[in-house]
C-alpha cells in the first residue's frame, strides 16, 4: 500500500579491503589505544556479503572459512547485534560472508566486514541513519571501523576514527601480496618502542604528494613506523617488498600491522608481470592479488 513502508526482505553487499599510504604512531593513551596518524585507501579486493531478515529473533552465521567463528566471537554477529539492539529490532537475520581478503593481513577485513554489516542493517529496515551517526554507532566494534564504513581516501588521526576525506590518489596499480603467516595487531602494537630512535614517516609528504597528483611523490615517502617490529617476527616481508621494486613498482610498503604487503605500479604492464610472476609462486600463489584504488 502507498505510504507504508515495507522492510527489505534481504540484500547483498560487498565489503573492500583498505591498505595504509602511511602510517605513523605518536603516542600510547592511557587507556591502551595509541594516537595515530594514517592514510587510509580502500582497494577493489572484496568480500560478499548476504542479509536475509527472519522472522524469529535468531542470528545465523555461515562463512565459507571453516576456522571463523560463527557466534558472538565473528564481528559481523557483533554488528548485527549492536544495531540491533540500539535500533530496537526484534527480527533475527541470516548471514553468509564469503571471504576473499585474507584474514589476520593488516587490510581490515574483519573491520570491513562490520562495517558491510552495519550499511545493510540500516538499508534492510529502512533505519534512516547517517554515516556519521553509523560511524559512531561502528567505533563501538574497532577503530578501523568508521573509516571502512566511509572508504576511498581518508586522513586518520585519534585512534583512528577521526576522518578526513581526501582526493584520490594519482593512478596505480596495487599489487597485494600476503605471506602465508598470521599477525597479531596487539602483539605488533605492544612491542612497538616509541622514543627519540623511532623513524616516523613523513605523512605531510604523502598527503602533499596525493593533493598533487604525484605518484613518484608519493612512493617516495611511503612509511609505516610498525614495519619494523612486524618484519623482526617475519623477515620475509623485507624479501616481498625488495622482490616488488625489482619487478618495477614505484613503491612497496606493508600494510597495517601486517604481515601484507603492496607495491604500487604505474606501469600496468610490469604490475602485470608481476602479478603473474606471484601468483604462480607455491608460497605466495593464493594469496597474491592485483587491484586498482576505489
Known amino acids: 500500500m502507498k505510504g507504508i513502508l515495507h522492510i527489505m526482505n534481504h540484500i547483498s553487499i560487498k565489503s573492500y579491503a583498505k591498505i595504509n599510504l602511511g602510517l605513523d604512531v605518536t603516542d600510547k593513551l592511557p587507556n591502551g589505544y595509541h594516537s595515530l596518524k594514517m592514510i587510509m585507501q580502500t582497494i577493489s579486493l572484496s568480500d560478499s556479503l548476504f542479509f536475509e531478515v527472519r522472522k524469529d529473533p535468531r542470528i545465523i552465521l555461515k562463512t565459507n572459512l571453516p576456522f571463523l567463528p560463527v557466534n558472538e566471537k565473528n564481528i559481523v554477529f557483533q554488528a548485527i547485534k549492536l544495531f540491533r539492539e540500539t535500533m530496537h529490532i526484534s527480527n533475527g537475520i541470516y548471514c553468509t560472508v564469503t571471504k576473499r581478503i585474507p584474514v589476520a593481513a593488516g587490510l581490515a577485513g574483519g573491520s570491513g566486514n562490520a562495517a558491510a554489516t552495519l550499511k545493510a542493517m540500516n538499508k534492510l529496515f529502512r533505519s534512516g541513519l547517517t554515516d556519521a551517526q553509523l560511524c559512531e554507532m561502528g567505533v563501538k566494534l574497532g577503530a578501523d571501523v568508521p573509516y571502512c564504513i566511509m572508504g576511498k581516501t581518508a586522513l586518520a588521526t585519534g585512534i583512528g576514527d577521526i576522518l578526513e576525506p581526501l582526493p584520490a590518489p594519482p593512478f596505480a596499480k596495487v599489487l597485494l601480496v600476503k605471506p602465508p603467516v598470521s599477525v597479531s595487531t596487539k602483539l605488533v602494537y605492544s612491542n612497538l618502542v616509541l622514543d627519540e630512535n623511532t623513524v616516523h614517516p613523513d605523512i605531510d609528504a604523502c598527503l602533499s604528494a596525493i593533493k598533487g597528483g604525484n605518484l613518484t611523490a608519493l612512493c617516495n615517502n611511503l612509511g609505516n613506523v610498525l614495519e619494523d617490529v612486524t618484519v623482526k617476527l617475519h ?46 609462486n607455491d608460497t605466495y600463489g593464493k594469496n597474491t592479488f592485483l587491484c586498482d584504488f576505489t
Open 235 to 280: 623477515p620475509e616481508i623485507t624479501e616481498i617488498k625488495r622482490q616488488m621494486l625489482e619487478l618495477g613498482a614505484d613503491g612497496s610498503l606493508m600494510s597495517g600491522s601486517g604481515p601484507s604487503v603492496f607495491g604500487l605500479f604505474g606501469d600496468e604492464a610490469k604490475a602485470k608481470a608481476a602479478f603473474d610472476l606471484f601468483s604462480s
